[in-house]
């Protein structure tokens, strides 16, 4: 009786692989909406050009007024404080994000305050018009 021999195996298997790639890139593209903004806001819809991801700190205006500085919740009172140390560390450049619903002096007492602290480069932020 002869006795078979046996020899390795020089294939990888790869299935397992890219199935667990596959889950990774679905919830990456579903997580990553999700992580850009933070601050849940109905924003206005205007016609507008979409602009490239620029680097800048962003402040969020929600419904019922409340400040956000980059996710965090900042106080009326420490606003300048707040956004002064953080424009030291990063470019002095403010995207404002407002919900719809905000009342317009809010808005507005926001905007003269980034102004009074000397930054110049302002964007406001709104969601494209689907009509356009």
Do not use: C
């Not at 195996?9 to 890139?25: P, Q």
């Not at 929600?62 to 424009?87: M, N, Q």
């Amino acid at each position: 009786m002869k006795r078979l021999r046996y020899s390795a195996l020089a294939e990888i298997n790869i299935t397992n692989l890219v199935d667990v790639m596959m889950v990774l890139l679905i919830v990456f593209m579903l997580t990553a909406p999700f992580l850009q903004s933070g601050v849940r806001l109905n924003l206005p819809k205007a016609e507008a050009k979409i602009i490239e991801e620029q680097e800048g700190v962003t402040i969020s205006i929600d419904r019922d007024g409340a400040i956000f500085i980059d996710k965090r919740p900042v106080a009326w009172k420490e606003f300048s404080a707040e956004l002064r140390k953080v424009i030291e560390t990063t470019a002095p450049r403010v995207f404002l994000r407002a919900d719809k619903d905000t009342k317009y002096g809010e808005v507005m007492r926001v905007i003269a305050r980034v102004k009074m602290l000397g930054i110049e480069d302002l964007g406001l932020i709104a969601e494209q018009d689907e009509e356009s």
